[in-house]
């Protein structure tokens, strides 16, 4: 199974502009000829719930820290212990 996006970076690396079917299995057999087959992880059923937990962390880390980075009223109201 092959990682879309990482695919998409080498055709379009590689001057393939357009996405065809036949362009497609080009850029692909090219790829497996190379040993560069960007390969996609499939997580297996016991670690999805953790995948899911790091995928919404990964969306609310900067959620959280954009008022302390604009300096707006919210983060100075919110009084934080100092760091040692």
């Not at 092959?2 to 970076?9: E, G, L, N």
């Not at 390969?39 to 962390?57: F, H, K």
């Amino acid at each position: 199974m092959a990682h879309p996006a990482r695919v998409k970076a080498h055709a379009a690396a590689s001057g393939q502009g357009n996405q065809t079917d036949p362009a497609d299995a080009r850029a692909a057999a090219r790829l497996l000829r190379g040993g560069n087959f960007p390969l996609a992880y499939a997580y297996s059923q016991q670690r999805r719930g953790l995948r899911d937990l790091l995928r919404a962390r990964l969306r609310l880390v900067p959620q959280r820290a954009a008022p302390a980075a604009d300096g707006s009223p919210v983060a100075e109201a919110v009084p934080c212990p100092p760091l040692l």
